[in-house]
């Protein structure tokens, strides 16, 4: 069911990710790591895929998992390319990059602790059966 709020927060993990593509086109992101991009996308595939097996929630729960661990490793290269990157008036926007695959980290956290919540009350319900 598409109306539930694990596919909210999923599909704000899957615009993060779109947001750290757009902005990664903006500031030549990708030109030094175009591991960049292939990451975003296949958060992207990830994400939708997570929210259409809305059946399967164990499934759902890896899928986030992976997520989870693309975007933290995301986010060390991201450092990395904020830390040898130097400043001045051509990044003004320098910093706001990792920002995204942090947020979505967090919103598949939540998403994962609401999927776990129903998985209980599921199981509570065949119990009463």
Same mark, same amino acid.
């Given at each position: 069911?598409?109306?539930?709020?694990?596919?909210?927060?999923?599909?704000? !993990?899957?615009? !993060? !990710?779109v947001?750290?593509?757009?902005?990664?086109?903006?500031?030549?992101?990708?030109?030094?790591?175009?591991?960049?991009?292939?990451?975003?996308?296949?958060?992207?595939?990830?994400?939708?895929?997570?929210?259409?097996?809305?059946?399967?929630?164990?499934?759902?729960?890896?899928?986030?998992?992976?997520?989870?661990?693309?975007?933290?490793l995301?986010?060390?290269?991201?450092?990395?390319?904020?830390?040898?990157?130097?400043g001045?008036?051509?990044?003004?926007?320098?910093?706001?990059?990792?920002?995204?695959?942090?947020? !979505?980290?967090?919103?598949?956290?939540?998403a994962?602790?609401?999927?776990?919540?129903?998985?209980?009350?599921?199981?509570?319900?065949?119990?009463?059966?």
């Open positions: 069911m598409l109306q539930r709020i694990q596919t909210i927060w999923t599909f704000l !993990a899957v615009l !993060a !990710a947001f750290l593509f757009i902005t990664g086109q903006d500031v030549d992101l990708t030109g030094s790591f175009p591991a960049i991009d292939a990451a975003c996308v296949v958060l992207v595939l990830i994400g939708v895929l997570s929210i259409f097996s809305f059946n399967n929630r164990k499934r759902q729960i890896l899928l986030n998992t992976i997520s989870m661990i693309i975007n933290a995301l986010i060390g290269v991201l450092l990395y390319w904020l830390l040898n990157l130097s001045g008036i051509q990044f003004p926007e320098k910093g706001i990059e990792p920002f995204f695959p942090l947020m !979505a980290i967090i919103c598949l956290l939540i994962n602790r609401y999927i776990k919540k129903d998985e209980r009350l599921v199981k509570s319900v065949d119990r009463l059966r």
